[in-house]
Structures are given as C-alpha cells and as structure tokens.
DNA sequence: ACCTGAACACCGTTCAAGT
DNA sequence: ACCTGAACACCGTTCAAGT
C-alpha cells in the first residue's frame, strides 16, 4: 500500500530515468489519456513517453486491454463514496450518476470497460455499495443482483456511446445522420417515428440519464427471477 | 434498388476482377467478418480481397468507422419482422431478442454500435416496430420514445459486453477474473457481496436477457417523462 | 529478473500520378 | 471519375541478447 518504488536519492542532474514499475506505468497512461485520449494510450507510446522500449512494458502489463482496465480501476478510486443523506433511491441513483459522470470525461475508456471489466477494488466498493442499496430498498436478493448488472451496464454503455466523439470526428456525423434520418422519415411508412421524432431526440442528457435509472430501478424492483 | 453494377459478360478467364462497388466492398467485409471477425474487416484486408489497393477503397467508403456501420446495416435486414401472435410484452421480447441474438452472432459489431449508431432503413424500421408495440400497449408517447433507445441500448450492451471473446481470447480472463474476485471477497469489507456471489454469477444467458428486457418494459412503462 | 534493440507482421489515410 | 503505387506515420507483440 505505502510502498514507494522511487529511488529516494534526489540527484540534480536531468529527470533520472525512473526505474519502471506497473503503477508508474498505469500513470503514464492516465497522463496520457488525459491529454490526449484512449487512442494514443499504447504500449509504443507509453514506452516513448517512459524513456524505454515497448517491449519493457510487457514485464508488467499483459497486454494493451489489460492495460486499459488497470486505467479504468484506477479512475473509478476517484469516484467518492455513497451520500449519506436522502432516501434509498435517491442515494442509488447520485451513485450511479457520479460513476457514468467519471466515464463520460473518457468515454473511450467506457468502451472498453464493456468488454474488458475491471475486477479491481474499486469496482468490488461500487458493486457492494449497490448491492446494500437495494437491499436497504428491499429489493429481493436474486433481483438486486443481476439488477446491479443491469445498471452497471447501463451507465457504461450511455458513457461509452459517446466515445468516438473524443476519438474520431466522424462518430458525431454518425450521430446526426440517425437523427436526419428520424426527422426525414416518411409518416406513411413510418408514422410512429413521424408522430416520436421530437420525443426521440428531446431531452438533456442529464434529464435522459436520470429517467433511465429510475425507470431501471422501477423495473429491477418489481420484476421477479425466474425459477 | 435493382441495379447491378456487376457488367453482364461473362468472360470464361479467371474470376476477371469486378468492377468495384459500394455494395461489393460490403458484401466482401460480411464475409470476412463471418470468417475472422471485425479485427480483420480492414480496409488493406478489404482492397486484398478485392484485389486492388486500399486507397481505391475510399472512393466509396468515407473511413473504416463508415465501413463497420455499413455492415451493421447490412446484417440488421437479416432480423426478420414482428411475430403476429401473443401479447405486446411478448412481441416486444422477442423482437428485441431476435435483435440480440443477432448482434451475439457478431459482438465485435454490437460494440462499434455503441458508438456509431446506425441510420440505415433496416434500423428504422427496427424502431418503428418498437414504437408501434409500446403504443399498442398504452405506453405514453414520451416514454416510449425515451425507452426505445434505453431497449435497443440494452441489447446492443448486452450484445457488446461479448465482444473480445471471439476477437482477443484476454477479455474471457479478464471476466473470469470478475467472477474470481466476486468469489473470495471477504465477508466483512464485502457482506452483500459474499451474500449475493452465487446470484450475482447465476442464470444462463438466455434467462438474464428475457430478465432485462422484462425489467426495462415494466420500467418504461412505469416511470414518466420530467416535464 | 529485468531491460532492450530489432524485427515481424500488420494498421489508416493521403497524395500525386495515371487512365 | 475512378483507380493506383507509394509513402507517411503509426500499431501490438515476440525474441534473442544483454545486464
């Protein structure tokens, strides 16, 4: 936990090449990310960036998707603890607010994290934490917990649908072309998206985010497991 | 519609390289999408397969991201329409399943779905039928319109989160190292956890999805539109 | 054990030049 | 207009060799 793998030894001379490790790792990546998004956080250009070759950076890190879900795992610690005050409800819902918020600011990290899910200490602290509100809640056993899946899911699919915006410019034109399309569409082969299209594409994003948790937290609460 | 830029002599010589086209570069990329998965559905793989070079390739395809939405689209014809029988819950089930079972077949693409969504007539008319469907079942305008995107966003997720499996043999560790983490918590720091672990892993596949989509109908249909 | 240079086998995209 | 070769600027990962 304490561990400083930094040599103490402060010599004036230049940066003095640190000695590598998977945390300085991880670091240089959420640097990067940061700077310049989950594109360029690469193995070649976290060698680069860490004075060394890329091959180096396989002692400690698998791969470039176990890289990513380190990143993630270490981004969700910045993701404070649940609220103390309001009903049950509320609180899960400021949670899983507060989680999709960390994710849209790396909506590419979101992306990945629905393939590749972390399995850090964090992660483990959220799903607890939704776990016991549910359980404050009432909910039945069975259904908060394939319910905690649902949100999880929920959220990091709403952050990730935003990836490509940091990424590529052409995910935005993909975007607005779905949303010609509705307002395009014809009322005699289409009279639903004719008679929707202003519902369809309405709403802030907030607004939006928080009627999906609470509509998955109505539906979580009374739709019973099977068997 | 009917037009076929194939020219109509047939020359008995070798394959005698057709003329390149739209339609032929995708039809090409469903191909090699059926064979080795979207990591290979590339434009140098592509212009290989066509027998020419990659940049021939961006006369009809903007970039890859417009490659990928395009076989997206292409797929989402083979979904067949609405059942006629049964309930509207149930016609919803099972177009919504239909949907996913497809996007299972292709994880790879559900994923790049997340992000650019696509505009094409097939997914129009996917939400037509949804729309149509949760009218018929006296859901109000505006949540429907709003529960749409939350149910095709649930399957595509759901669809996604498979995704890796068949392109990078890590992400099936990296799951199972969720479900190995979700096992040895520790009872104190982690008791709902310990609690739930058997549910939180149980269920087969088939079973959490009907669960889900049955969850976000009686959510959509419960929660009303702010405003 | 840790670190490295070099290599292998790839990418997307652009551009000037040809037909 | 369509097509192309060649180039630019990158990738992930492995391996033999060094320390």
């Given at each position: 936990m304490t561990a400083r793998p930094d040599t103490p030894r402060s010599r004036r001379?230049?940066?003095?090449?640190p000695a590598l490790s998977r945390e300085g790792i991880v670091a240089a990546a959420l640097g990067v990310l940061r700077a310049e998004?989950?594109?360029?956080?690469?193995m070649r250009r976290l060698a680069q960036e860490l004075d060394?070759?890329?091959?180096?950076?396989y002692v400690y890190v698998r791969n470039t998707d176990e890289l990513h879900a380190a990143v993630l795992d270490e981004l969700l610690g910045?993701?404070?603890?649940?609220?103390?005050?309001?009903?049950w409800r509320e609180r899960l819902e400021q949670v899983l607010t507060a989680y999709t918020e960390m994710l849209l600011a790396h909506p590419s990290l979101a992306r990945s994290a629905l393939t590749a899910r972390p399995s850090g200490p964090h992660y483990l602290n959220l799903i607890e934490t939704l776990l016991a509100l549910l359980d404050e809640g009432g909910v039945p056993r069975a259904q908060a917990a394939w319910g905690v899946d649902l949100l999880l899911q929920h959220a990091t699919a709403m952050a990730a649908?935003?990836?490509?915006?940091d990424d590529s410019p052409t995910a935005q034109q993909e975007w607005d072309a779905l949303g010609a399309a509705l307002r395009d569409t014809s009322g005699t082969t289409h009279p639903h998206i004719r008679a929707s299209a202003g519902e369809l594409l309405a709403g802030a994003h907030e607004a939006r985010l928080s009627w999906a948790l609470q509509a998955l937290i109505n539906g979580i609460e009374r739709t019973a497991v099977p068997g």
């Open positions: 001379e230049r940066p003095a090449k998004g989950l594109r360029k956080v690469t060394t070759g890329p091959a180096s950076l910045t993701v404070g603890p649940a609220p103390a005050e309001g009903s649908e935003h990836a490509g915006q």
